[in-house]
T-cell receptor
Framework: KAGVTQTPRYLIKTRGQQVTLSCSPI?????VSWYQQTPGQGLQFLFE???????NKGNFPGRFSGRQFSNSRSEMNVSTLELGDSALYLC????????????FGPGTRLTVT | GESVGLHLPTLSVQEGDNSIINCAYS??????FIWYKQESGKGPQFIID?????DKRQGQRVTVLLNKTVKHLSLQIAATQPGDSAVYFC?????????FGTGTSLTVIP
């Protein structure tokens, strides 16, 4: 069974631009969560999608948004990029919501210049 | 807010020795915990999990211990190998979302 895949793996953007990242969960998994990882901050939860609905949201500004499609694939969008948005963005999938085994993708490394 | 912390940011062990990585969590309502391993340039890799109705769980060369009294979680790696060098995170879940520690960097000395 294929793991979680994320595209693209690397991105370089300029301040003020927007970016869309994609995540394909493990086949059969319906929950997708997104995280931001920066040095010294660890993993910070962005949001979780389940059955095409955002079920939970972390403490990030509205510039960060996402969606989930009927095939459980998910995208996250960051608008009006800031230098501080440079990070590794990880998505994780699990079979269902709540406390269950969660598996991560390789991440998308976003650099904002 | 939630707080998951690690006692030591770095740990160096000799190849073949056992490693113990510790984690403190703050929410007594957390009922599910996962340990992840993250190698440079990769996403976190699931190692082992444990639910709050257990105090010990064993996998291949790894053991997770949960002490709910003091809200402490540990990961024991037996016969540590060079391939175990990575950053290790603990994560807690209250049934709503996961909260992660900042990680412990494990270096295995050949």
């Amino acid at each position: 069974k294929a793991g979680v895949t994320q595209t693209p793996r690397y991105l370089i953007k300029t301040r003020g631009q927007q970016v869309t990242l994609s995540c394909s969960p493990i086949s059969g998994h319906r929950s997708v969560s997104w995280y931001q990882q920066t040095p010294g901050q660890g993993l910070q939860f962005l949001f979780e999608y389940f059955s095409e609905t955002q079920r939970n949201k972390g403490n990030f500004p509205g510039r960060f948004s996402g969606r989930q499609f009927s095939n459980s694939r998910s995208e996250m969008n960051v608008s009006t990029l800031e230098l501080g948005d440079s990070a590794l963005y990880l998505c994780a999938s699990s079979l269902t919501r709540g406390g269950n085994e969660q598996y991560f993708g390789p991440g998308t490394r976003l650099t904002v210049t | 807010g939630e707080s998951v912390g690690l006692h030591l940011p770095t740990l160096s062990v000799q190849e073949g020795d056992n490693s113990i990585i510790n984690c403190a969590y703050s929410n007594s309502a957390s009922d599910y915990f996962i340990w992840y391993k993250q190698e440079s340039g990769k996403g976190p890799q699931f190692i082992i999990d444990i639910r709050s109705n257990m105090d010990k769980r064993q996998g291949q060369r790894v053991t997770v211990l949960l002490n709910k009294t003091v809200k402490h979680l540990s990961l024991q790696i037996a016969a540590t190998q060079p391939g175990d060098s990575a950053v290790y995170f603990c994560a807690e879940n209250t049934g709503n979302q996961f909260y992660f520690g900042t990680g412990t960097s494990l270096t295995v000395i050949p």
